[in-house]
């Protein structure tokens, strides 16, 4: 059977009893196994997936199937999975298998969803291309015009997840977002993806990386997809102090086209230095949303030039602290050493790759004595004032539209050493981060050279709905050919 | 601001992570890299924040009750040794 079809299709035609969840399960498994070029899994679970779809069916037959009920989807490195290895995309970790699940993923495994394995990802959620991961690159399932013999990157850090879906070895996908991670490599695959307000989702059970930043949230092909996904992950969860009491809307029920009345505002810091492809993209974004009754407003969010130096201070000051844990003491892979500090200093040398050093460097750096005021303190009062940039503009407008990336996804051998370089791969994602804001990235078309493009939509904090049904407008009038990669 | 080897073996060793004489070198041009970069942020006027308010908004307690099972056997699982239902370390109080 076809597994070039959406979540919300393959779940509408289980419930119709059109097939069943084990020939729909077996065949994303026969999908994945032609495609482990695309090197998208750390973590197979096959055999657990096909038990799992039996049950499903036996649910389906007598009337007890769960919102999710038999659908097969997979789960970033980064959830802790009972009894399943989990990474992180670290050697430090080496076999670590949680004694317990994460809220996130035990959500959608109480919904019916079949986990098909652990995707990849860069380690500890570090990168923007699946470059740092220590279980080698994903491959974008997309190739350019010019070149189709090239290895693209999927984007990052969710590369796995974005790759799996775009390559339709699931229907979607777990993944995280810290500074970008679900919406940048979602406009590199040519699928849709959401990082969610702050707290809505719970990060108990989700390996640390900025405990101020991190954010679960779904990709798939389409809103209404992510919509049913979002609506079975998130929940209110005790275990989590930063989680969110609030009820979780059925943004599936409640999805409709949305654009009438409502003010799209531009910011206009985020037009400087975009290139002819991206003002052409987000012009038709603006032709779409002005055709269907919205008004666009000229904004300003002048404190963008500062987001991701402040992104780049507290961040990694965060992963420091969070990081410090992995000691070789207790669990993951360990390397003796001639007294405790020496043990340690050896585990964390071999067992963390080049950027996550990196980052637990500059994160120890600013954090230091006679350092923390200068860079972190500062960097949290700017991180407020980024707060209040977004607060005025929301009194203006009721969403905000720029391009997700400054391109499409690049080589995975394009020289690229200077760490900063690839920094600026989260240059219109990172805000919404150190805002706490949700937002959703769309795949509207496609660059010069054929690959997938998308537009980023921001709105205040739980207006998840509006971004859904917003989102749903664009794409009507994109009309992407989900299906077009191989 | 300018990072010297001495600031990478003294971050090195916060961070206890051992590094090569040659990591160093290369850890100090990429750090000096990316604060000529951040150093930016000294640019901005933040003397209008005050971070200490609103500090309670948000924050809420939960009882202090154990809920679920806690299995020994299933943390000890990933142990790299262990012996009488504990985990056997590295000397760690000297």
Known sequence: MDTKITLTKARDMLLKKECSSEELVTAFIQNAKTKKNLNCFITEDFDNAINQAKDSDKRISSGEARHLEGLPIANKDLYCTQGIKTTAGSKILGNFIPPYESTVSGNLKNSGAISLGKLNMDEFAMGSANLNSAFGPVINPWKSNSDPQKDLVPGGSSGGSAAAVAANICLGTTASDTGGSIRQPAAFCGITGIKPTYGLCSRWGMVAFASSLDQAGPMAHTISDCALLLQNMASYDEKDATSLNVNIPDYFKNLAPQAKGLKIGIPKEYLDGLNSEGQALLQKGIDWLKAEGAKIVDISLKMTPYALPTYYIIAPAEASSNLARYDGLRYGARVDGASLDDMYSKTRHAGFGDEVKRRIMIGTYVLSAGYYDAYYVKALKVKKLISQDFDAAFKKVDLILTPTTPGAAFGLHDNNTDPVAMYLNDIYTVTVNLAELPAISVPIGFSSDGLPLGLQLIGSKLSEQKLFNVGLTLENAAAFPHFKVA | ?94
């Open chain 2, 1 to 94: 601001m300018t990072i010297t080897i001495q600031d990478v073996e003294k971050i090195a060793r916060l961070s206890r992570i051992y590094f090569s004489d040659s990591e160093k070198q290369n850890a100090q041009s990429q750090l000096n890299g990316i604060f000529n970069w951040i150093d930016k942020l000294q640019e901005v006027d933040v003397s209008n924040i005050n971070l200490t308010e609103n500090l309670d908004a948000g924050m809420h307690e939960r009882e202090d009750t154990v809920k679920g099972e806690s299995s020994v056997d299933k943390v000890l699982a990933n142990a790299p040794q262990k012996e009488f239902g504990m985990y056997v370390v590295p000397k760690v109080v000297e």
